[in-house]
């Protein structure tokens, strides 16, 4: 494999532009790396020709002198939860199994707007319903990362931009879109040790990507490094008509307002996210990211956000309704498979289509939803919940007061085997116990590796930001980065 | 929190989800688990909270009243299961 895919999306950027390599070779080299990694399972489409026209297009705008746009030549993974016009796109489900979109979702427009070309569609959990990849109905995507035990155990890239997390990580892709509803990039990206950030909702247009939970749901970028997330995000962002929750500001430059230095900054460590049996490593590597803020020049306090134990319940009230609503669109009729068996009426045609066409853990979650919407239980659930996700995002209000960003382990535990958890649907939403809050109060939030385990697996560290202030959580994970050195990569094995 | 069959069957219904007995029977203690962690909501006092309707404040955007899109219907019907004379067609509905 040639070293051009050892390079990240600044490095590509930059080397197009100054004619080290051609964006055309730079594309092949990672086409190259895509058609060798089918064992992890992390593509449902591959798109080579997609991204080799958008390399050409980008070779030819640079003979011709023109000024190139900010991931000229870059090419990427798209999770298949982004529309892609004439590509298929299933969210890792059979229902929408053949679909193929005639618009282009408004992310997606925006990368290939900026030069970026597609690698081809990446797998993950169904409709971004699961915290390991293991609930696509295209298969589980297998971490690129093993255990230093010579188990060779398969181990789970995170959920559910799982196949983000597993080419990123394994140099198949120099970056990919992801989308975080409860900490699907976050979780994903501290499994396999990169780095990936929600910004604050709003920022990334909804339009064009398969709803999961609509007041929750964010795009975001997940790659190498901060740098490299800072300069995808900038190019995903951005004010867009046709989503009504869309912010209507302009994207700041992140990129170029990079700074680790923490001189003046208040770091806030909320004393609720000490849960138990959380393993030693990650409570040492917390304390290790407290000491590099402080070396960066930050002034650490202790605040408490006492709400933090119901973010898990509220959420699995709320996303759970919402998807029920946006679920409610797979029908049989419009898109996607029908189930018609022989001399069924309208109604049996609904129930058949979504019983053949929904995996295990939709359903679970339809039916969760529904539940918790019916007549007699939506005040006690639903209500309830959303008033409870008011006096979570209070808590932050009232943190903000003492600090500017807080620090978190990402989750509270590294990646664990594939099966290991799957048995057991509540142990598994538990994993996201530290990226639900943020998530339920809309804020930006990033992940960035620390270090690795005994195991030899990467741990990631959160950064939690105030609404709209992704540089700060862009500058305190990168003054995290600059001090942690983290070089680990997976052997390649595939 | 405990939850039966028929419960499961009913809410399936009315998700419309077709589901048999068995499927009804595995999926009952597993919604009963999950619903009964998500009971400990009720502990927290919410009387003088109001629910969260905005994650980030926003504005309402109004535009003008005018037809942006349309003529589409190739567009629109290319992914139906079955079209036919330029409409979605379903199961006879009405005898």
């Avoid at chain 1, 869309?246 to 849960?275: C, F, H, T």
């Avoid at chain 1, 018609?340 to 939709?362: C, H, I, K, S």
Wanted: hydrophobic residues 45%; glycine residues 10%; aromatic residues 8%.
């Amino acid at each position: 494999m040639s070293d051009l895919t050892d390079l990240g999306i600044r490095q590509i950027r930059d080397g197009v532009a100054d004619g080290d390599f051609s964006a055309r070779e730079m594309a092949e080299a990672f086409n190259a790396a895509v058609a060798a990694a089918k064992p992890l399972n992390a593509f449902i489409v591959e798109t080579p020709d997609h991204a080799l026209a958008a390399a050409d297009r980008v070779d030819q705008a640079r003979a011709a002198g023109d000024t190139l746009p900010s991931m000229a030549g870059v090419p990427i993974g798209m999770k298949d939860l982004f529309c892609t016009r004439g590509v298929q796109t299933t969210a890792a489900s059979h229902i929408l199994e053949g679909f193929k979109p005639e618009y282009e979702s408004t992310v997606s427009q925006k990368l290939w707007d900026a030069g970026a070309g597609m690698l081809g569609k990446l797998n993950l959990d169904q409709f971004a319903m699961g915290s390991s990849n293991e609930t696509s109905y295209f298969g589980n995507v297998i971490s690129p990362w093993r255990r230093n035990d010579g188990g060779n155990a398969a181990l789970a890239p995170g959920g559910s931009s799982g196949g983000s997390a597993a080419v990123v990580a394994g140099r198949i892709a120099p970056g990919a879109t992801g989308t975080d509803t409860g900490g699907s990039i976050r979780q994903p990206a501290a499994f396999v040790g990169i780095s990936g950030i929600k910004p604050t909702y709003g920022r990334c247009s909804r339009w064009g990507t398969i709803a999961f939970a609509s007041s929750l749901d964010q795009a975001g970028p997940m790659a190498r490094d901060v740098r490299d997330c800072a300069i995808m995000l900038e190019a995903m962002s951005g004010f867009d008509p046709k989503d009504a929750t869309s912010l209507d500001l302009a994207v700041p430059q992140w990129e170029a307002g990079l700074n680790a230095s923490m001189a003046g900054k208040r770091v806030g460590i909320p004393r609720e996210y000490r849960v138990d049996n959380m393993p030693e490593e990650i409570e040492a590597l917390w304390q290790q990211g407290i000491a590099w803020l402080r070396d960066a020049g930050a002034e650490i306090v202790e605040v408490s956000l006492p709400h933090t134990r119901y973010a898990l319940p509220a959420y699995y009230i709320i996303a759970p309704a919402e998807a029920s609503s946006n679920l409610a669109r797979y029908d049989g009729v419009r898109f996607g498979q029908r189930d018609l068996p022989e001399g069924a009426n309208l109604q049996d045609m609904y129930a058949a289509t979504r019983e053949a066409g929904f995996g295990d853990e939709v359903k679970r979650r339809i039916l969760i939803g529904t539940y918790v919407l019916s007549a007699g239980f939506y005040e006690a659930y639903f209500t309830q919940a959303s008033k409870v996700r008011a006096l979570i995002a209070q808590d932050f209000e009232r943190a903000w007061e003492q600090c500017d960003v807080l620090l978190t382990p990402t989750a509270p535990s590294a990646a664990f085997a594939l099966g290991e958890k799957s048995a057991d649907p509540l142990a598994m939403y538990l994993n996201d116990v530290f990226t639900v809050p943020s998530s339920l109060a809309g804020l930006p939030a990033m992940s960035v590796p620390g270090g690795l385990d005994k195991a030899g697996l990467p741990l990631g560290l959160q950064v939690i930001g105030r609404a709209l202030d992704e540089q700060g959580v862009l500058n305190a994970a990168l003054a995290i980065e600059e001090r942690a050195g983290f070089v680990a990569r997976p052997a390649r094995w595939w | 929190m405990s939850v039966d069959t028929a419960t499961v069957k009913r809410v399936a219904k009315l998700a419309r989800i077709a589901i048999g007995d068995e499927e009804a029977s595995r999926l009952a203690p597993e919604l009963g688990n999950i619903l009964g962690w998500i009971e400990q909501l009720s502990e927290v006092d919410t009387s003088s909270v109001q629910p969260m309707t905005a994650v980030i404040p926003n504005h309402l955007r109004l535009r003008d009243d005018v037809v942006t899109d349309g003529n589409i219907r190739t567009e629109v019907l290319a992914n139906a299961p079955q079209a036919e004379h330029g409409f979605f067609t379903v199961p006879k509905v009405i005898e």
